[in-house]
Nanobody
Framework: QVQLVELGGGLVQAGGSLRLSCAAS????????MGWYRQAPGNQRELVAT???????NYADSVKGRFTISSDNAKNMVYMEMTSLKPEDTAVYYC???????????????WGQGTQVTVSS
């Protein structure tokens, strides 16, 4: 079993910063990628940022230049530094990992329980 646990959400004023962390634990053979998604009320879940095991990153246009994703492969951790936050960044942020549990297992997606980020104007 694989578990993802997010930390670091909260309430912040517009223009402020927050740092999200996600720890993966359990039976993990190899990560393909980890990332962050978010879902605001009434909206679909959307990609925020991803990072591959090789360190390649991808960001949603709406957060480029403001958010930075990083990972510590040895610790099975992924982080996201969020700066210049805007009210429209308010959402539940979910950690995602695409990984294989064993050498012979197919890669699949795992999700954390989500952490609330609220940006006040």
């Amino acid at each position: 079993q694989v578990q993802l646990v997010e930390l670091g959400g909260g309430l912040v004023q517009a223009g402020g910063s927050l740092r999200l962390s996600c720890a993966a634990s359990g039976s993990i053979f190899r990560f393909n990628a980890m990332g962050w998604y978010r879902q605001a009320p009434g909206n679909q879940r959307e990609l925020v940022a991803t990072i591959t095991s090789g360190g390649s990153t991808n960001y949603a246009d709406s957060v480029k230049g403001r958010f930075t994703i990083s990972s510590d492969n040895a610790k099975n951790m992924v982080y996201m530094e969020m700066t210049s936050l805007k009210p429209e960044d308010t959402a539940v942020y979910y950690c995602n990992a695409n990984l294989r549990e064993r050498l012979t297992s197919p890669a699949r997606d795992y999700w954390g329980q989500g952490t609330q980020v609220t940006v006040s104007s």
